[in-house]
Protein backbone atom coordinates (compact mmCIF):
# COMPACT_ATOMS: atom_id res chain seq x y z
CA UNK A 1 0.00 0.00 0.00
CA UNK A 2 1.26 3.86 -0.43
CA UNK A 3 2.36 6.08 2.75
CA UNK A 4 -0.75 6.68 4.21
CA UNK A 5 0.41 10.65 4.27
CA UNK A 6 -0.20 10.77 0.43
CA UNK A 7 -3.99 10.10 -0.48
CA UNK A 8 -4.28 8.03 -2.93
CA UNK A 9 -8.42 9.19 -3.79
CA UNK A 10 -10.15 12.48 -2.20
CA UNK A 11 -12.74 10.97 0.45
CA UNK A 12 -16.37 11.26 0.27
CA UNK A 13 -17.05 10.77 4.28
CA UNK A 14 -14.36 10.77 6.97
CA UNK A 15 -15.57 7.77 8.91
CA UNK A 16 -12.31 6.20 10.99
CA UNK A 17 -10.21 9.34 11.22
CA UNK A 18 -6.18 8.61 12.54
CA UNK A 19 -5.97 7.86 16.13
CA UNK A 20 -2.91 6.90 17.71
CA UNK A 21 -3.48 3.62 19.66
CA UNK A 22 -0.92 2.51 22.51
CA UNK A 23 -0.08 -0.96 20.47
CA UNK A 24 2.22 1.70 18.57
CA UNK A 25 4.74 2.01 21.17
CA UNK A 26 4.58 -1.80 22.29
CA UNK A 27 5.61 -5.25 21.02
CA UNK A 28 3.52 -6.98 18.44
CA UNK A 29 0.34 -7.55 19.55
CA UNK A 30 -1.77 -10.59 18.52
CA UNK A 31 -5.21 -10.28 16.75
CA UNK A 32 -7.41 -13.19 16.23
CA UNK A 33 -8.51 -11.73 12.31
CA UNK A 34 -7.07 -8.30 11.26
CA UNK A 35 -9.04 -7.25 7.57
CA UNK A 36 -7.25 -4.86 5.32
CA UNK A 37 -9.02 -3.24 3.24
CA UNK A 38 -12.18 -0.82 4.65
CA UNK A 39 -14.31 -1.09 1.53
CA UNK A 40 -17.85 -2.79 1.45
CA UNK A 41 -16.51 -6.73 1.89
CA UNK A 42 -13.83 -5.38 4.68
CA UNK A 43 -16.54 -3.82 6.20
CA UNK A 44 -19.30 -6.41 6.12
CA UNK A 45 -16.88 -9.12 6.94
CA UNK A 46 -16.08 -7.39 10.45
CA UNK A 47 -19.74 -6.46 11.25
CA UNK A 48 -20.35 -10.23 10.78
CA UNK A 49 -17.73 -11.39 12.92
CA UNK A 50 -18.19 -8.39 15.52
CA UNK A 51 -21.96 -9.06 16.13
CA UNK A 52 -20.74 -13.04 16.07
CA UNK A 53 -18.17 -11.92 19.39
CA UNK A 54 -15.26 -12.50 17.59
CA UNK A 55 -12.42 -10.06 17.92
CA UNK A 56 -12.09 -8.09 14.49
CA UNK A 57 -9.06 -5.28 13.53
CA UNK A 58 -9.92 -3.83 10.57
CA UNK A 59 -6.83 -1.33 9.09
CA UNK A 60 -7.47 1.00 6.13
CA UNK A 61 -4.40 3.20 4.69
CA UNK A 62 -7.20 6.40 4.31
CA UNK A 63 -9.69 7.52 6.82
CA UNK A 64 -12.95 6.84 5.23
CA UNK A 65 -14.59 6.55 1.81
CA UNK A 66 -13.98 7.54 -1.69
CA UNK A 67 -15.51 9.48 -4.31
CA UNK A 68 -17.02 8.41 -7.12
CA UNK A 69 -19.98 6.31 -7.42
CA UNK A 70 -17.82 3.05 -8.56
CA UNK A 71 -20.51 -0.08 -7.29
CA UNK A 72 -23.63 1.32 -7.76
CA UNK A 73 -26.31 -1.96 -8.36
CA UNK A 74 -26.88 -3.95 -5.54
CA UNK A 75 -28.84 -6.79 -5.98
CA UNK A 76 -31.59 -8.69 -3.79
CA UNK A 77 -29.17 -10.94 -2.35
CA UNK A 78 -26.98 -8.40 -1.03
CA UNK A 79 -30.21 -6.73 0.27
CA UNK A 80 -30.95 -9.63 2.56
CA UNK A 81 -27.48 -10.06 3.74
CA UNK A 82 -27.33 -6.58 4.89
CA UNK A 83 -31.02 -6.65 6.48
CA UNK A 84 -29.02 -9.59 8.94
CA UNK A 85 -25.87 -6.96 9.50
CA UNK A 86 -28.62 -4.35 10.15
CA UNK A 87 -27.85 -2.27 7.44
CA UNK A 88 -30.49 -2.97 5.02
CA UNK A 89 -33.65 -0.63 5.72
CA UNK A 90 -30.94 2.32 5.27
CA UNK A 91 -30.01 0.81 2.11
CA UNK A 92 -33.48 0.58 0.99
CA UNK A 93 -34.55 4.26 2.26
CA UNK A 94 -31.12 5.82 0.14
CA UNK A 95 -31.21 3.74 -3.05
CA UNK A 96 -33.64 4.08 -5.63
CA UNK A 97 -35.43 0.71 -6.29
CA UNK A 98 -36.09 -0.40 -9.88
CA UNK A 99 -37.14 -3.54 -11.12
CA UNK A 100 -37.36 -3.17 -15.06
CA UNK A 101 -34.79 -2.51 -17.73
CA UNK A 102 -34.70 -2.18 -21.28
CA UNK A 103 -32.66 -2.75 -23.95
CA UNK A 104 -32.34 -0.74 -27.38
CA UNK A 105 -30.38 -0.82 -30.94
CA UNK A 106 -29.81 2.24 -32.17
CA UNK A 107 -32.74 4.00 -31.58
CA UNK A 108 -35.40 1.59 -30.81
CA UNK A 109 -36.60 -0.44 -28.33
CA UNK A 110 -35.67 -3.84 -28.71
CA UNK A 111 -37.35 -4.92 -25.63
CA UNK A 112 -37.71 -4.80 -21.78
CA UNK A 113 -37.37 -7.07 -18.43
CA UNK A 114 -38.55 -7.43 -15.23
CA UNK A 115 -36.21 -8.56 -12.68
CA UNK A 116 -38.47 -9.33 -9.78
CA UNK A 117 -42.22 -10.17 -11.42
CA UNK A 118 -43.26 -12.14 -8.54
CA UNK A 119 -44.80 -10.74 -5.40
CA UNK A 120 -43.52 -11.80 -1.19
CA UNK A 121 -40.39 -10.41 -1.52
CA UNK A 122 -38.87 -7.82 1.18
CA UNK A 123 -36.32 -6.79 -0.71
CA UNK A 124 -35.92 -5.79 -4.72
CA UNK A 125 -34.54 -7.21 -7.40
CA UNK A 126 -31.87 -4.17 -6.99
CA UNK A 127 -31.58 -0.59 -5.92
CA UNK A 128 -28.92 1.92 -7.33
CA UNK A 129 -27.06 2.99 -4.59
CA UNK A 130 -23.64 4.72 -4.74
CA UNK A 131 -20.86 2.92 -3.15
CA UNK A 132 -19.90 5.14 -0.81
CA UNK A 133 -23.12 5.60 0.83
CA UNK A 134 -23.01 1.28 1.45
CA UNK A 135 -19.69 1.99 3.42
CA UNK A 136 -20.81 4.77 5.31
CA UNK A 137 -24.10 2.49 6.17
CA UNK A 138 -21.98 -0.44 7.10
CA UNK A 139 -19.51 1.25 9.36
CA UNK A 140 -22.29 3.22 10.87
CA UNK A 141 -23.24 0.04 11.78
CA UNK A 142 -20.30 -1.14 13.29
CA UNK A 143 -20.32 1.73 15.26
CA UNK A 144 -24.02 0.56 16.70
CA UNK A 145 -22.19 -2.71 17.16
CA UNK A 146 -19.56 -1.29 19.12
CA UNK A 147 -21.66 0.38 20.97
CA UNK A 148 -23.29 -2.48 22.10
CA UNK A 149 -20.10 -4.20 23.08
CA UNK A 150 -18.96 -5.86 19.58
CA UNK A 151 -15.75 -6.36 19.85
CA UNK A 152 -14.32 -4.37 16.20
CA UNK A 153 -11.85 -1.74 15.88
CA UNK A 154 -11.27 0.00 12.78
CA UNK A 155 -7.50 2.01 12.89
CA UNK A 156 -8.01 4.45 9.61
CA UNK A 157 -4.65 5.83 8.13
CA UNK A 158 -2.65 2.27 8.91
CA UNK A 159 -1.29 0.97 5.81
CA UNK A 160 0.11 -2.36 5.58
CA UNK A 161 3.93 -2.39 4.26
CA UNK A 162 5.20 -5.51 4.57
CA UNK A 163 4.22 -9.14 5.87
CA UNK A 164 5.51 -12.12 6.91
CA UNK A 165 3.62 -15.49 6.95
CA UNK A 166 4.19 -18.10 10.09
CA UNK A 167 3.15 -21.45 10.75
CA UNK A 168 0.08 -20.30 12.68
CA UNK A 169 0.07 -16.36 12.60
CA UNK A 170 0.96 -13.44 10.25
CA UNK A 171 3.37 -10.80 11.35
CA UNK A 172 2.24 -7.53 9.46
CA UNK A 173 4.24 -4.12 8.99
CA UNK A 174 2.09 -1.15 9.94
CA UNK A 175 3.08 2.23 8.75
CA UNK A 176 0.96 5.63 10.02
CA UNK A 177 1.31 9.49 10.45
CA UNK A 178 3.60 8.53 13.82
CA UNK A 179 5.75 6.14 12.31
CA UNK A 180 6.00 2.04 11.82
CA UNK A 181 5.01 -0.40 14.37
CA UNK A 182 3.97 -4.37 14.08
CA UNK A 183 0.88 -6.83 14.42
CA UNK A 184 0.57 -10.41 14.87
CA UNK A 185 -3.19 -11.76 13.79
CA UNK A 186 -3.88 -15.52 13.73
CA UNK A 187 -6.37 -15.14 10.49
CA UNK A 188 -5.46 -11.96 7.89
CA UNK A 189 -8.13 -11.49 5.19
CA UNK A 190 -7.23 -9.48 2.38
CA UNK A 191 -9.94 -7.30 1.51
CA UNK A 192 -7.29 -4.78 -0.39
CA UNK A 193 -9.00 -4.66 -4.00
CA UNK A 194 -7.89 -5.79 -7.45
CA UNK A 195 -4.80 -4.33 -7.19
CA UNK A 196 -4.05 -6.51 -3.75
CA UNK A 197 -0.70 -5.67 -2.38
CA UNK A 198 -1.36 -8.05 -0.22
CA UNK A 199 -1.56 -10.71 -3.02
CA UNK A 200 1.43 -9.04 -4.66
CA UNK A 201 3.94 -9.12 -1.17
CA UNK A 202 2.89 -13.40 -1.20
CA UNK A 203 3.80 -14.07 -4.80
CA UNK A 204 0.78 -14.96 -5.62
CA UNK A 205 -0.65 -15.08 -9.50
CA UNK A 206 -3.91 -13.27 -10.39
CA UNK A 207 -4.94 -14.87 -14.26
CA UNK A 208 -7.48 -14.96 -16.55
CA UNK A 209 -8.61 -12.32 -19.05
CA UNK A 210 -8.04 -8.83 -19.42
CA UNK A 211 -10.28 -7.77 -22.62
CA UNK A 212 -9.45 -4.73 -25.10
CA UNK A 213 -11.77 -2.19 -24.68
CA UNK A 214 -12.29 1.11 -22.30
CA UNK A 215 -15.52 2.19 -20.76
CA UNK A 216 -16.01 6.01 -19.32
CA UNK A 217 -18.20 6.21 -16.47
CA UNK A 218 -19.77 10.00 -15.94
CA UNK A 219 -21.59 10.99 -12.60
CA UNK A 220 -23.97 13.50 -14.12
CA UNK A 221 -25.93 15.24 -11.62
CA UNK A 222 -29.41 16.86 -13.32
CA UNK A 223 -33.02 16.44 -13.15
CA UNK A 224 -34.52 14.66 -15.68
CA UNK A 225 -37.84 12.65 -16.42
CA UNK A 226 -36.21 9.48 -17.20
CA UNK A 227 -37.96 6.56 -15.84
CA UNK A 228 -36.10 4.52 -12.51
CA UNK A 229 -35.03 2.05 -14.77
CA UNK A 230 -31.51 0.51 -16.97
CA UNK A 231 -31.40 1.86 -20.04
CA UNK A 232 -28.72 -0.18 -22.23
CA UNK A 233 -28.31 0.72 -25.86
CA UNK A 234 -26.65 -1.35 -28.38
CA UNK A 235 -24.56 1.09 -30.88
CA UNK A 236 -26.53 3.76 -29.70
CA UNK A 237 -27.84 6.66 -31.82
CA UNK A 238 -25.36 9.43 -30.18
CA UNK A 239 -22.86 10.81 -31.54
CA UNK A 240 -19.19 9.18 -30.51
CA UNK A 241 -20.96 7.01 -28.11
CA UNK A 242 -18.91 4.13 -29.41
CA UNK A 243 -20.69 0.66 -29.52
CA UNK A 244 -23.07 1.04 -26.43
CA UNK A 245 -24.03 2.90 -23.52
CA UNK A 246 -25.63 2.21 -20.16
CA UNK A 247 -28.15 5.05 -18.03
CA UNK A 248 -28.95 4.27 -14.39
CA UNK A 249 -30.67 6.88 -12.09
CA UNK A 250 -28.88 7.17 -8.42
CA UNK A 251 -29.63 9.44 -5.43
CA UNK A 252 -29.22 13.03 -5.04
CA UNK A 253 -30.21 13.33 -8.49
CA UNK A 254 -26.93 12.23 -9.81
CA UNK A 255 -27.10 9.63 -12.61
CA UNK A 256 -24.81 7.19 -13.66
CA UNK A 257 -23.82 7.35 -17.98
CA UNK A 258 -21.74 4.42 -19.16
CA UNK A 259 -20.01 4.76 -22.91
CA UNK A 260 -18.02 2.24 -24.78
CA UNK A 261 -14.92 3.83 -25.81
CA UNK A 262 -12.91 0.93 -27.83
CA UNK A 263 -9.27 -0.26 -27.05
CA UNK A 264 -6.74 2.14 -28.28
CA UNK A 265 -7.43 5.51 -26.27
CA UNK A 266 -5.74 8.46 -24.78
CA UNK A 267 -7.07 8.26 -21.64
CA UNK A 268 -6.25 12.21 -20.96
CA UNK A 269 -7.76 13.34 -23.49
CA UNK A 270 -11.03 11.42 -23.18
CA UNK A 271 -10.96 11.99 -19.35
CA UNK A 272 -10.82 15.84 -20.53
CA UNK A 273 -14.15 17.72 -19.48
CA UNK A 274 -15.53 19.61 -22.56
CA UNK A 275 -14.43 16.10 -24.26
CA UNK A 276 -17.11 14.32 -21.39
CA UNK A 277 -19.42 17.11 -21.68
CA UNK A 278 -19.56 16.62 -26.12
CA UNK A 279 -20.92 13.16 -25.15
CA UNK A 280 -23.30 13.71 -22.52
CA UNK A 281 -24.89 16.55 -24.98
CA UNK A 282 -24.94 14.19 -27.64
CA UNK A 283 -27.14 12.22 -25.42
CA UNK A 284 -29.00 14.13 -23.20
CA UNK A 285 -29.73 17.01 -26.19
CA UNK A 286 -28.11 19.93 -26.73
CA UNK A 287 -29.14 23.01 -23.68
CA UNK A 288 -29.47 19.93 -21.20
CA UNK A 289 -28.40 21.37 -17.78
CA UNK A 290 -26.06 19.31 -16.16
CA UNK A 291 -22.77 18.66 -13.74
CA UNK A 292 -20.55 16.40 -14.20
CA UNK A 293 -19.96 15.15 -10.28
CA UNK A 294 -17.04 12.29 -11.34
CA UNK A 295 -15.46 10.52 -14.33
CA UNK A 296 -13.50 7.76 -14.61
CA UNK A 297 -12.53 5.32 -17.05
CA UNK A 298 -12.37 1.16 -16.69
CA UNK A 299 -11.05 -2.16 -18.30
CA UNK A 300 -12.68 -4.93 -18.67
CA UNK A 301 -10.86 -7.47 -17.09
CA UNK A 302 -12.22 -11.24 -15.89
CA UNK A 303 -9.44 -12.98 -13.55
CA UNK A 304 -9.49 -14.53 -10.27
CA UNK A 305 -7.02 -16.51 -8.01
CA UNK A 306 -6.34 -20.22 -7.83
CA UNK A 307 -7.47 -20.33 -4.47
CA UNK A 308 -8.89 -18.19 -1.75
CA UNK A 309 -6.87 -19.54 1.11
CA UNK A 310 -2.98 -19.53 1.29
CA UNK A 311 -2.62 -20.72 5.02
CA UNK A 312 -3.96 -18.02 7.62
CA UNK A 313 -4.38 -15.72 4.82
CA UNK A 314 -8.00 -15.68 3.20
CA UNK A 315 -8.68 -13.21 0.23
CA UNK A 316 -12.05 -11.81 -0.44
CA UNK A 317 -13.75 -9.22 -3.26
CA UNK A 318 -11.78 -8.27 -5.71
CA UNK A 319 -8.32 -9.02 -4.45
CA UNK A 320 -9.60 -12.76 -4.86
CA UNK A 321 -11.44 -12.28 -8.17
CA UNK A 322 -12.27 -9.46 -10.32
CA UNK A 323 -15.19 -9.04 -13.51
CA UNK A 324 -16.59 -6.89 -15.73
CA UNK A 325 -18.66 -4.23 -14.53
CA UNK A 326 -21.72 -5.07 -16.88
CA UNK A 327 -24.14 -7.44 -14.25
CA UNK A 328 -23.16 -5.83 -11.57
CA UNK A 329 -21.25 -8.94 -10.19
CA UNK A 330 -18.20 -7.59 -8.42
CA UNK A 331 -19.38 -5.90 -5.11
CA UNK A 332 -22.02 -8.13 -5.07
CA UNK A 333 -20.28 -11.62 -5.61
CA UNK A 334 -18.07 -10.17 -2.86
CA UNK A 335 -20.88 -9.42 -0.18
CA UNK A 336 -21.54 -12.92 -0.86
CA UNK A 337 -17.69 -13.99 0.13
CA UNK A 338 -18.32 -12.08 3.30
CA UNK A 339 -21.21 -14.03 4.33
CA UNK A 340 -19.51 -17.23 3.37
CA UNK A 341 -16.32 -16.64 5.17
CA UNK A 342 -17.56 -14.86 8.48
CA UNK A 343 -19.61 -17.68 10.16
CA UNK A 344 -16.75 -20.65 8.95
CA UNK A 345 -14.06 -18.62 10.15
CA UNK A 346 -16.47 -17.55 13.73
CA UNK A 347 -16.38 -21.15 14.09
CA UNK A 348 -12.94 -21.95 14.09
CA UNK A 349 -11.45 -19.61 15.64
CA UNK A 350 -14.59 -21.47 18.29
CA UNK A 351 -12.99 -24.18 18.25
CA UNK A 352 -16.17 -25.36 16.98
CA UNK A 353 -15.39 -26.57 13.53
CA UNK A 354 -12.13 -28.19 12.37
CA UNK A 355 -9.59 -25.60 10.23
CA UNK A 356 -10.35 -27.27 7.05
CA UNK A 357 -13.80 -25.89 7.24
CA UNK A 358 -11.75 -22.79 5.70
CA UNK A 359 -10.95 -24.58 2.62
CA UNK A 360 -14.61 -24.65 1.53
CA UNK A 361 -15.03 -21.47 1.71
CA UNK A 362 -12.03 -21.59 -1.35
CA UNK A 363 -13.88 -24.19 -2.94
CA UNK A 364 -17.62 -22.82 -2.97
CA UNK A 365 -16.18 -18.91 -3.73
CA UNK A 366 -13.76 -20.24 -6.31
CA UNK A 367 -17.21 -22.20 -7.80
CA UNK A 368 -18.97 -19.12 -7.29
CA UNK A 369 -16.66 -16.91 -9.45
CA UNK A 370 -16.37 -19.21 -12.25
CA UNK A 371 -20.16 -18.84 -12.89
CA UNK A 372 -19.46 -15.16 -12.84
CA UNK A 373 -16.63 -14.88 -14.78
CA UNK A 374 -17.92 -17.21 -17.33
CA UNK A 375 -21.46 -15.05 -17.09
CA UNK A 376 -19.11 -11.98 -17.54
CA UNK A 377 -16.97 -13.01 -20.33
CA UNK A 378 -20.27 -13.98 -22.03
CA UNK A 379 -21.46 -10.60 -21.84
CA UNK A 380 -18.59 -8.95 -22.88
CA UNK A 381 -18.08 -11.00 -26.13
CA UNK A 382 -21.55 -10.02 -26.97
CA UNK A 383 -21.16 -6.52 -26.34
CA UNK A 384 -18.04 -6.28 -28.28
CA UNK A 385 -17.82 -8.95 -30.77
CA UNK A 386 -14.47 -10.14 -31.51
CA UNK A 387 -14.72 -10.94 -35.77
CA UNK A 388 -17.10 -9.88 -38.67
CA UNK A 389 -19.23 -13.04 -37.97
CA UNK A 390 -19.95 -12.61 -34.00
CA UNK A 391 -21.49 -9.05 -35.37
CA UNK A 392 -23.36 -10.49 -38.03
CA UNK A 393 -24.65 -12.93 -35.14
CA UNK A 394 -25.51 -10.02 -32.51
CA UNK A 395 -26.93 -7.84 -35.06
CA UNK A 396 -29.47 -10.88 -35.91
CA UNK A 397 -30.39 -11.65 -32.35
CA UNK A 398 -30.86 -8.44 -31.71
CA UNK A 399 -33.36 -8.01 -34.66
CA UNK A 400 -35.55 -11.08 -33.81
CA UNK A 401 -35.44 -10.22 -30.09
CA UNK A 402 -37.92 -7.11 -31.29
CA UNK A 403 -40.51 -9.23 -32.54
CA UNK A 404 -39.59 -12.82 -30.86
CA UNK A 405 -39.57 -14.12 -27.20
CA UNK A 406 -37.31 -16.37 -28.27
CA UNK A 407 -34.97 -14.58 -29.04
CA UNK A 408 -34.38 -12.13 -25.87
CA UNK A 409 -32.90 -14.54 -23.78
CA UNK A 410 -29.51 -14.77 -25.80
CA UNK A 411 -29.29 -10.69 -25.32
CA UNK A 412 -26.65 -10.31 -23.39
CA UNK A 413 -26.17 -6.79 -22.35
CA UNK A 414 -24.79 -7.79 -19.18
CA UNK A 415 -26.46 -10.96 -17.22
CA UNK A 416 -27.31 -9.28 -14.09
CA UNK A 417 -26.08 -10.94 -10.24
CA UNK A 418 -28.12 -13.51 -8.64
CA UNK A 419 -26.67 -15.72 -5.99
CA UNK A 420 -24.72 -18.57 -6.45
CA UNK A 421 -26.53 -22.26 -5.76
CA UNK A 422 -23.24 -24.09 -4.53
CA UNK A 423 -24.80 -27.57 -6.88
CA UNK A 424 -21.94 -30.79 -6.00
CA UNK A 425 -20.30 -28.49 -3.11
CA UNK A 426 -18.65 -30.50 -0.05
CA UNK A 427 -20.73 -29.27 2.68
CA UNK A 428 -23.75 -30.28 1.25
CA UNK A 429 -26.18 -33.11 2.97
CA UNK A 430 -28.96 -35.20 1.60
CA UNK A 431 -31.98 -33.74 -0.53
CA UNK A 432 -34.22 -36.53 -0.10
CA UNK A 433 -37.34 -34.19 -0.80
CA UNK A 434 -38.56 -33.81 -4.23
CA UNK A 435 -39.00 -30.36 -3.97
CA UNK A 436 -38.80 -26.84 -5.50
CA UNK A 437 -35.65 -26.87 -7.59
CA UNK A 438 -34.97 -23.23 -6.36
CA UNK A 439 -34.63 -24.19 -2.84
CA UNK A 440 -32.63 -27.21 -3.13
CA UNK A 441 -29.62 -28.40 -1.29
CA UNK A 442 -26.97 -25.64 -2.08
CA UNK A 443 -29.53 -22.79 -2.51
CA UNK A 444 -29.66 -19.60 -0.77
CA UNK A 445 -33.36 -19.42 0.97
CA UNK A 446 -36.27 -17.77 -1.17
CA UNK A 447 -38.14 -15.20 0.78
CA UNK A 448 -41.55 -15.61 1.36
CA UNK A 449 -44.57 -13.25 2.24
CA UNK A 450 -46.19 -14.79 6.02
CA UNK A 451 -48.89 -13.34 7.41
CA UNK A 452 -46.79 -11.06 10.08
CA UNK A 453 -43.57 -10.51 7.96
CA UNK A 454 -41.22 -12.37 5.88
CA UNK A 455 -39.79 -15.80 5.94
CA UNK A 456 -35.81 -14.44 5.60
CA UNK A 457 -36.55 -11.83 8.84
CA UNK A 458 -37.23 -15.26 10.98
CA UNK A 459 -33.93 -16.70 10.21
CA UNK A 460 -30.97 -16.20 12.37
CA UNK A 461 -27.44 -15.68 11.53
CA UNK A 462 -27.07 -19.38 12.89
CA UNK A 463 -27.70 -23.46 11.77
CA UNK A 464 -31.70 -23.55 11.85
CA UNK A 465 -34.45 -26.43 11.53
CA UNK A 466 -37.50 -24.72 9.75
CA UNK A 467 -40.23 -26.97 9.68
CA UNK A 468 -42.90 -26.78 7.57
CA UNK A 469 -46.65 -28.38 8.70
CA UNK A 470 -44.45 -30.93 10.69
CA UNK A 471 -42.75 -31.12 13.73
CA UNK A 472 -39.24 -31.11 13.73
CA UNK A 473 -37.28 -33.23 16.52
CA UNK A 474 -35.83 -31.39 19.18
CA UNK A 475 -32.23 -30.74 18.28
CA UNK A 476 -31.01 -27.55 19.81
CA UNK A 477 -26.90 -28.19 19.47
CA UNK A 478 -24.76 -30.68 17.15
CA UNK A 479 -21.22 -30.53 18.79
CA UNK A 480 -21.83 -27.14 20.69
CA UNK A 481 -22.95 -25.79 17.63
CA UNK A 482 -26.62 -23.98 18.47
CA UNK A 483 -29.47 -25.09 16.32
CA UNK A 484 -32.01 -22.15 15.90
CA UNK A 485 -35.67 -24.04 14.70
CA UNK A 486 -38.55 -22.04 13.18
CA UNK A 487 -41.81 -23.96 12.70
CA UNK A 488 -44.20 -22.60 9.82
CA UNK A 489 -48.11 -23.65 9.39
CA UNK A 490 -50.51 -23.19 7.11
CA UNK A 491 -51.64 -20.16 9.24
CA UNK A 492 -48.46 -18.13 8.54
CA UNK A 493 -48.53 -19.06 4.99
CA UNK A 494 -52.34 -17.46 3.57
CA UNK A 495 -51.10 -16.78 0.24
CA UNK A 496 -49.15 -20.16 -0.35
CA UNK A 497 -45.73 -18.72 -1.02
CA UNK A 498 -44.06 -20.90 1.60
CA UNK A 499 -45.84 -23.90 0.07
CA UNK A 500 -44.91 -22.92 -3.73
CA UNK A 501 -41.51 -22.14 -2.55
CA UNK A 502 -40.68 -24.73 -0.60
CA UNK A 503 -43.20 -27.52 -0.53
CA UNK A 504 -43.83 -27.85 -4.30
CA UNK A 505 -46.28 -30.98 -4.30
CA UNK A 506 -45.31 -32.11 -0.64
CA UNK A 507 -47.36 -31.75 2.32
CA UNK A 508 -44.65 -31.18 4.80
CA UNK A 509 -40.89 -30.87 4.71
CA UNK A 510 -37.39 -30.52 7.19
CA UNK A 511 -35.29 -27.81 5.81
CA UNK A 512 -31.42 -27.43 7.67
CA UNK A 513 -30.36 -23.83 6.98
CA UNK A 514 -26.78 -22.54 7.05
CA UNK A 515 -26.04 -19.54 8.86
CA UNK A 516 -25.58 -17.89 5.58
CA UNK A 517 -29.19 -19.00 5.06
CA UNK A 518 -28.00 -21.58 2.49
CA UNK A 519 -29.93 -24.91 2.25
CA UNK A 520 -27.95 -28.06 3.76
CA UNK A 521 -30.33 -31.05 3.56
CA UNK A 522 -34.28 -31.12 3.18
CA UNK A 523 -36.70 -33.95 3.71
CA UNK A 524 -40.11 -34.83 4.28
CA UNK A 525 -38.92 -36.06 7.72
CA UNK A 526 -36.24 -35.98 9.94
CA UNK A 527 -34.88 -38.11 12.92
CA UNK A 528 -32.30 -36.25 15.48
CA UNK A 529 -30.02 -38.61 13.76
CA UNK A 530 -30.36 -37.14 10.24
CA UNK A 531 -30.08 -33.36 11.59
CA UNK A 532 -26.91 -34.60 13.62
CA UNK A 533 -25.11 -36.01 10.09
CA UNK A 534 -26.09 -33.18 7.80
CA UNK A 535 -25.01 -30.61 10.84
CA UNK A 536 -21.71 -31.88 10.52
CA UNK A 537 -21.42 -31.95 7.08
CA UNK A 538 -21.53 -28.50 7.09
CA UNK A 539 -19.43 -27.98 9.69
CA UNK A 540 -16.42 -29.64 7.31
CA UNK A 541 -16.45 -33.22 9.85
CA UNK A 542 -17.76 -35.45 6.77
CA UNK A 543 -20.10 -38.20 7.62
CA UNK A 544 -19.93 -40.09 10.29
Known sequence: MNAPCRDRYALAFRLYPYVRVPAQSQP???HPV????????GMATALDLGRKGTPVLVLDDHEGVGQGSRAICFAKRTLEIADRLGAGRRMRDKGIVWNIGKVFHGPEKVFEFNLQPEDGHKNPAFINLQQPYFEKFLVEEI??????GAPIEIRGRNALNGMTTKDDYVLLDIDTPDGPYQIEADWLIACDGARSPIRDMMGLSFDG???EDNFLIADVHMTADFPTERWFWFEPPFKNSGQSALLHKQPDDIWRIDFQLGWDIDRAAELDPDRIRARVDAMLGEGAEYELEWTSIYTFQCRRME????GHVLFAGDSAHQVSPFGARGANSGIQDAENLAWKLDLVLRGLAPDGLLDSYSTERSFAADENILNSTRATDFLTPKSEISGIFRNAVLELASDH???RPLVNSGRLSVPCIYDGQVLNGPDNLAGPDRTRVGAPCVDAELADGFLLERLAGAFT???ICTDAPNVHEVDGVPVHHVTLSMADDPKGMVKDRYLGSNAQAIYLLRPDQHVVARWPSATVQDISDAMRIALGKGTT
Open 143 to 148: RAAQAE
Open 209 to 211: RVF
Open 465 to 467: VLS
Open 307 to 310: TFRH
Open 28 to 30: PQR
Open 34 to 41: VIVGGGPI
Open 405 to 407: AFA
